[in-house]
């Protein structure tokens, strides 16, 4: 397969942890997208029950009862699960410009771990704790998991861009405390790379190709408008669950559907 990144990219990658991919997804694209998030939303009920069983959360400062389709997207926090169960956003995951990028970090054959959009609502959205992705990911090996950050709105200072601190994915997974959304970096760690930290405002369609042991974090959003992004989790060919991660499903991105589309279930 043709190299879709730069040699000097992919040296950006290895020794930072993280790389900016700008216009990875066209205004259309965008425009799809953020298109699939409200017909997912407008598909489930009141309380973000899905019938295809992907999970949708509202912020928790926004009480969706008695509100319409319409009202309750404005309040939408996180839709995870869904690329695996809806056709449009499993073309997304395994598009060709996707898999090539895939194939200049973590070789031939990478698989979807994870899909999930996160979704911070004007002034409500709270910010995402620092910490590592593969506190989640009972996986090895830790260091071949990375996660594709896609701007869907542009991500600016005010409405919860992304953070990194380079060169933090070389330290290995590090020790977490359980914070407000879920597992985050003692403050103390935190504290030792403050002054190394990169914010990194995007325009939508943009992406931040990230190691999974990137520390990272994402801010309030404290402006009028929403700041939409979708994060597509992967791992390479040889990336395997470990002994209490025998629940996590790696996906091959060579299904043309998407493995849990429900006229697919049971087969
Ligand atoms: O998009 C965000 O707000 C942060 C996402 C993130 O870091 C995560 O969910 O792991």
Same mark, same amino acid.
């Given at each position: %397969?043709? *190299?879709?990144?730069?040699?000097?990219?992919?040296?950006? @990658?290895?020794?930072?942890?993280?790389?900016?991919?700008?216009?990875?997804?066209?205004?259309?694209?965008?425009?799809?997208? !953020?298109?699939? @998030?409200? !017909?997912?939303?407008?598909?489930?009920?009141?309380? /973000?029950?899905?019938?295809?069983?992907?999970?949708? =959360?509202?912020? !928790?400062?926004?009480? $969706?009862?008695? *509100?319409?389709?319409?009202?309750?997207?404005? /309040?939408? &926090?996180?839709?995870?699960?869904?690329?695996?169960?809806?056709?449009?956003?499993?073309?997304?995951?395994?598009?060709?410009?996707?898999?090539?990028?895939?194939?200049?970090?973590?070789?031939?054959?990478?698989?979807?771990?994870?899909?999930?959009?996160?979704?911070?609502?004007?002034?409500?959205?709270?910010?995402?704790?620092?910490?590592? =992705?593969?506190?989640? @990911?009972?996986?090895?090996?830790?260091?071949?998991?990375?996660?594709?950050?896609?701007?869907?709105?542009?991500?600016?200072?005010?409405? /919860?861009?992304?953070?990194?601190?380079?060169?933090?994915? *070389?330290?290995?997974?590090?020790?977490?405390?359980?914070?407000?959304?879920?597992?985050?970096?003692?403050?103390? +760690?935190?504290?030792?790379?403050?002054?190394?930290?990169?914010?990194?405002?995007?325009?939508? /369609?943009?992406?931040?190709?990230?190691?999974?042991?990137?520390?990272?974090?994402?801010?309030?959003?404290?402006?009028?408008?929403? &700041?939409?992004?979708?994060?597509?989790?992967?791992?390479?060919?040889? +990336?395997?669950?470990?002994? $209490?991660?025998?629940?996590?499903?790696?996906?091959?991105?060579?299904?043309?559907?998407?493995?849990?589309?429900?006229? %697919?279930?049971?087969?």
């Amino acid at each position: %397969m043709p *190299k879709t990144l730069t040699d000097e990219q992919v040296t950006h @990658f290895r020794e930072d942890g993280y790389l900016v991919v700008p216009n990875l997804l066209s205004t259309e694209e965008v425009t799809q997208t !953020r298109d699939g @998030f409200t !017909r997912l939303v407008r598909e489930a009920d009141e309380k /973000g029950k899905h019938p295809t069983g992907l999970h949708i =959360d509202f912020e !928790r400062a926004f009480d $969706t009862s008695g *509100k319409t389709a319409e009202q309750r997207e404005l /309040g939408l &926090r996180k839709l995870q699960s869904f690329a695996e169960r809806d056709a449009f956003f499993w073309s997304q995951v395994t598009h060709p410009r996707i898999v090539a990028l895939l194939n200049d970090v973590l070789g031939p054959g990478a698989q979807m771990l994870q899909s999930m959009a996160l979704v911070k609502p004007p002034e409500i959205g709270i910010a995402k704790q620092w910490h590592q =992705d593969v506190a989640y @990911f009972d996986v090895e090996p830790k260091e071949e998991v990375l996660g594709l950050w896609i701007a869907i709105d542009d991500a600016t200072l005010d409405n /919860g861009c992304m953070e990194v601190v380079p060169g933090s994915h *070389k330290l290995g997974l590090v020790q977490h405390v359980q914070g407000q959304t879920g597992w985050k970096l003692p403050d103390s +760690t935190v504290e030792l790379y403050r002054d190394r930290i990169v914010k990194l405002p995007m325009k939508a /369609g943009s992406a931040l190709l990230f190691s999974s042991l990137a520390f990272h974090f994402t801010d309030h959003n404290r402006s009028k408008q929403r &700041r939409r992004a979708l994060q597509y989790h992967y791992v390479s060919a040889r +990336t395997h669950p470990t002994a $209490t991660g025998g629940w996590l499903k790696l996906w091959p991105l060579n299904l043309p559907h998407p493995p849990l589309a429900p006229a %697919m279930a049971g087969r």
